[in-house]
């Protein structure tokens, strides 16, 4: 695999087919990537998008990244944030004063900081720890927080590719809205944790990866949740690259709201577009 010891990103996303795609759950295998070596490695990224017309809109999303590896030891941070905004002809009638910065004008709105550790007792085997933060206002999250602990296993590390499986147990505490949750707005879950993940160059330049995740309760495993994060990227000479990347997330049990506002929907989809830089 082509890898990078260093490796700041600044990349510009382009989303082509999306709802707002609200992840409980980060995907921070695509992230260890770039700590194939050691040393240290990080990347920025960020999006912005604006319209007005008939429809006014607003996005931005930022995201950052920053890692070190070092012998058996690895330490991983990740942050990334989302704001969008819309309003239509129909919302400046019934409100001329308004704003994009209104609260009904958002349909994205969180933020997300996730940190983990490695540590490999053999060249196959390593132990993880891990936290995660976590606010969304669309899945009605003041706040998400958990920690965990767990073991990762290197399937195969080859020149054109790689397999990774990793298993743990996690503790997770969540705060949502009460004024729209029709249940007690905190609650608290142990979690069984798992992923699968590869990433292949089968021709330099191209890459494909995938990551998957399942998280059943331990105390019900009817109550389980879901992500699949697939990418392929295409180089273009030394520092460009194109992408496109389609994320899924399922939950088996939503929460459920009051009386008059819709409900929330178990499965949430995305495709992103982007071109990157690297320097």
Same mark, same amino acid.
């Given at each position: ?62 995201? @950052? ?61 390593? @132990? ?76 330099? @330049? ?74």
């Amino acid at each position: 695999m082509h890898t990078h010891r260093s490796l700041p990103v600044l990349a510009l996303a382009c989303v082509a087919s999306a709802a707002p795609c609200a992840m409980a759950t980060v995907n921070i295998e695509k992230y260890r990537m770039a700590l194939a070596e050691d040393g240290a490695a990080g990347s920025a990224s960020l999006g912005i998008t604006s319209k007005t017309g008939n429809v006014d809109f607003f996005e931005t999303s930022l995201a @950052g990244t920053g890692g070190f590896r070092e012998s058996r030891h690895l330490l991983l941070a990740v942050v990334s944030g989302t704001y969008s905004a819309k309003r239509t002809g129909s919302d400046r009638l019934e409100d001329p004063a308004g704003s994009l910065l209104d609260s009904d004008a958002r349909y994205a709105n969180k933020l997300l900081g996730a940190l983990r550790y490695n540590y490999g007792f053999s060249d196959r085997l390593a @132990g993880e720890l891990f936290t995660q933060l976590q606010y969304d206002q669309f899945l009605l999250l003041d706040l998400r927080s958990l920690g965990g602990v767990g073991a990762r296993l290197t399937v195969l590390d080859g020149d054109k590719g790689n397999v990774h499986a990793g298993t743990g147990y996690m503790i997770e505490y969540e705060s949502q809205d009460p004024d729209l949750v029709a249940e007690d707005p905190t609650t608290l879950a142990h979690r069984w944790t798992s992923y699968l993940s590869f990433a292949i160059e089968p021709i330099d @330049g191209l890459t494909l990866s995938s990551t998957a995740y399942a998280q059943p309760r331990i105390t019900d495993f009817a109550d389980y949740r879901l992500l699949n994060e697939s990418a392929l990227s295409v180089g273009l000479g030394e520092h460009f690259s194109l992408g496109i990347a389609f994320t899924l997330r399922h939950d088996s049990d939503p929460v459920r709201l009051v009386d008059g506002e819709p409900p929330l929907v178990a499965t949430d989809t995305s495709i992103t577009n982007k071109i990157s830089l690297e320097f």
